[in-house]
C-alpha cells in the first residue's frame, strides 16, 4: 500500500469506531457496573415486595372491620398529607411480624393492591 493510501483508511477505521461505541453504547448492548447495580436494586426491591405485600394484605383480611377501614381509605388521596399509604401503615397492615414499624415501601405496595381489591 501507499503512504498516501494509509491515512484514509486509518481514518475511516477510527470514524468506524466512533460510530461502533455509539451504536453499542445507545442500544444497550454494553452494562455498566452503576446500571448493573441500579438493575439488581430494582430487582431485589420487586421480589421483596412481592413476597412480603400479600402477607400485609392478609393482615388486611384478618381485620374484623375490613370494609369499612376499605372504603375509609379510599376517600383518601393517593399522595400528600394524611394519604393511603400512612392509612396502611396506621392500621398495622404494613407491619411484618417479628417487627415493630411498618415498612413505607410495603405500605405503598398494600394501598395499590388494597385499590384494586373487590369485596
Known sequence: MKKQDIKPFVWGMVAGAVVLLIVIFSAGWVVTTGS???????????AVMS????IAVEQFMQDPNKEARLTEMKKLDSWGENNRSDFVQKQGWATMPGEKIPDEQIADEVAIRLMDLKM
Open 51 to 54: 413476597r412480603l405485600a400479600p
Open 36 to 46: 448493573a447495580e441500579a438493575e439488581a436494586k430494582a430487582m431485589v426491591t420487586d
